[in-house]
């Protein structure tokens, strides 16, 4: 299981600030560039490591902004430029899916992709290795395949995927067909899908054959199609690429891939399911990053920051230091500290969803210069 | 009552950093440097602003340590030279207060003194006046005469001065003799002072002639007296000083004034005390502070900081703003965020009184470079 799979071919869409750990993810720092792990390592470099061994150096490709070009190749020296699909705006994860996909069917009929986000957590490579084996092999079959997070507590914060028959697929022994999607759950409600085992996170990973997503693709949004293929016939041409995209990227209809591709799929039974074995956060807010780097102990405070200065006396939750800055914090439970050159946050796990408010609120009083 | 009261001298000890105030107060930047109430103005400038109707300019002492000469001066362009007496290390009130005494006794005999602590806050300047001109003219009857503040609730964080027999003096309507000093009590004797009325705040004024105060060192502690004369036959003469100074004051006893002075005193009934009917608050920590600046209304958050550039929502207690950048605090209540150039405290008021342990370990972690 160490040689790359044929034909496979990883993309990453790098996209989102994540707007709910400003003010450490930013439009300059989007969250996938940030060490949220004390690992050494961003997310995105993390997600880049999980996938070579899957996919091989020169077939991992990124979608990104143009804002993050320097960025993203700094943090992947061996990306192949060929690799580096840029955006000139953000027009939601079809198009930038299905750009990758086009493309890279136009160099390999044959290809299938996997597109991971840039921006989530994974531990324990093995399990999530195995899961994208057998996701490869369903998507050989024709499905469009996503890997469930068998999950590990009854969240409210994940949507769901309820798995349905199973499928007799060579090399995807836990392959089977997604019966339906679930939005965020009540905790009533996610504490019987934790019981019944059949509901999985969705952690929006699909594995596919490019050629079976575009033709989902052009099924359901027929137009969007032909502008994906439209730029994918002039993009590896250097000198036609430029006009095109600008002429037909930012007419592009913003639509999730979940809408376009993954529900339409799920409802013809085109749409499997290998439930993933691995731990998996989207470290959604401070509070998630809270948990992810307190060891799981509530007890804890969590210290994120290379250089972090903390003096902490009766004090749990999270503090965030990006800053040479001596931090005290004293007698509070379940805070979030997050201090960075030119913004702190402070709050508590309990009010972490809020961030966002603030970021929407500084945007409007003029003080876009923080965000 | 506008003009300067004959032979009044008004001394300011500046001294003590305020370590419960860190990371705002600190040894280079202490307490009384800093604007506490928002007003524009240090504490100390404002004890001098309220000093100079009773004493005029020419005559108002300040006894700070050599560190903080220049600072002194800069806050007080006004003062003269000669009213600055400057420490070579910290000797306690005893010998800051005495060494004045001495000085300005040896200037003119018949001075009468009032030492105001620099880093308190008072409201309502006239009652403050009142209390200080009634003062004085019950230490011209020879008696060291204490300000107690009438309370404005039962606070459990000051010492209380028990009122005893009235005393007849013209100018004084109010004075009385003090018949006891009474510790910090718990919240239910607290009440029944604050019912009985007769109990006042202890704030540490004393206003007394110069040569009784000295008189009274004498009685008590003789040595430090012998130490103070010797000091002060000195003191204006510029090269007599320094030597003395050196040989001097590094030996001069550790005694705060209200042991060797003040309680001796009111056991000789030797001691009287003038209610003082002004708001007063020593702001000993950081939830005074708040409780100074949220107008008493506990569902506010306090801002302190001249260009705080603050985004709150569903937040109580205060922040200190010291540095251009924005701070958010989100659903936290009574809270405390103190945010400096190089080190940040974030607590609650309720855990207030902790923060002067932290500077202790700060100082045992060789982090000292931030106090």
């Not at 792990?37 to 490591?49: H, P, Q």
């Not at 059949?198 to 199609?225: C, K, Q």
């Not at 509530?298 to 903390?310: D, F, H, Q």
Request: hydrophobic fraction near 45%.
């Amino acid at each position: 299981m160490t040689d790359p799979i044929p034909d496979f071919y990883a993309v990453i869409p790098a996209g989102g600030i994540g707007s709910r750990l400003w003010p450490l993810s930013r439009a300059d720092a989007p969250k996938f560039l940030h060490d949220l792990t004390g690992s050494g390592r961003s997310l995105l470099r993390a997600t880049w490591d999980r996938l070579e061994p899957l996919a091989g150096a020169d077939r991992i490709a990124v979608v990104t902004g143009r804002a993050h070009r320097a960025a993203v190749e700094g943090e992947l020296p061996g990306i192949p430029d060929k690799n580096v699909f840029l955006e000139s705006e953000p027009r939601d994860s079809t198009a930038a899916i299905g750009l990758a996909a086009a493309i890279l069917a136009r160099r390999n009929p044959e290809v299938i992709i996997g597109s991971f986000a840039a921006d989530h957590v994974i531990r324990v490579p093995h399990l999530f290795e195995w899961a994208v084996r057998q996701a490869v092999a369903t998507a050989r079959e024709g499905y469009i395949t996503t890997i469930g997070i068998q999950p590990s507590e009854p969240s409210v914060g994940f949507g769901y995927i309820k798995k349905g028959d199973e499928l007799i697929v060579e090399g995807a022994p836990e392959a089977a067909l997604v019966e339906s999607f679930v939005e965020k759950p009540d905790l009533e409600t996610a504490k019987t899908y934790f019981a019944e085992r059949s509901y999985l996170w969705n952690a929006g990973m699909f594995i596919t054959r490019a050629d079976v997503l575009l033709s989902e693709i052009a099924a359901n949004r027929p137009e969007l199609h032909a502008g994906l293929l439209e730029l994918a016939e002039a993009w590896d041409d250097r000198e036609a690429r430029g006009p095109v995209v600008d002429r037909v990227w930012p007419g592009l209809e913003k639509i999730a891939i979940d809408y376009s591709v993954a529900e339409p799929a799920a409802a013809k039974g085109r749409l499997a399911v290998i439930p993933g074995h691995f731990d998996w956060d989207d470290v959604g807010d401070f509070a998630s990053l809270s948990k992810l780097n307190s060891g799981g102990r509530s007890e804890n405070l969590a210290i994120l920051g290379e250089n972090a200065r903390i003096l902490a006396d009766a004090a749990t939750g999270i503090v965030v230091s990006n800053t040479p800055r001596v931090i005290s914090v004293i007698g509070v439970k379940d805070i979030v500290v997050v201090d960075t050159a030119d913004a702190l946050l402070v709050t508590t796990t309990e009010h972490a969803q809020r961030v966002k408010g603030v970021v929407d609120a500084l945007k409007l009083t003029g003080r876009g210069d923080v965000l």
